[in-house]
Nanobody
Framework: QVQLVESGGGLVQAGGSLRLSCKASGSMRINAMGWYRQAPGKQRELVAVISSGGTTNYADSVKGRFTISRDNAKNTVYLQMNSLKPEDTADYYC????????????????WGQGTQVIVSS
């Protein structure tokens, strides 16, 4: 199965920065990749998404502070998070829409297991 492994989460002071990474394993053709987050007691929300062509979209709450990027050769997506706020505290989940070449099955969404980001005030 496709495996997505996130890294880079941790504890940071408000105003600080973190960079999340997500590596997708396996032979696949990846379409969009994105980051979602889920804060305690809240629904999971889209943070940022990047298409295979590099088009990006961001949640209003993170525009101007977060930057999503990808390295297609490495099947890796990044989320650079600057000017972090306490309200950014959440579990962050990597997502990709991909077609597994070995199976020849239709594209579907795959999820990482999450990495925790805690922003202290």
């Amino acid at each position: 199965q496709v495996q997505l492994v996130e890294s880079g989460g941790g504890l940071v002071q408000a105003g600080g920065s973190l960079r999340l990474s997500c590596k997708a394993s396996g032979s696949m053709r990846i379409n969009a990749m994105g980051w979602y987050r889920q804060a305690p007691g809240k629904q999971r929300e889209l943070v940022a998404v990047i298409s295979s062509g590099g088009t990006t979209n961001y949640a209003d709450s993170v525009k101007g502070r977060f930057t999503i990027s990808r390295d297609n050769a490495k099947n890796t997506v990044y989320l650079q998070m600057n000017s972090l706020k306490p309200e950014d505290t959440a579990d962050y989940y990597c997502n990709c829409n991909a077609k597994r070449l070995a199976l020849g099955s239709p594209a579907r969404d795959y999820w990482g297991q999450g990495t925790q980001v805690i922003v202290s005030s």
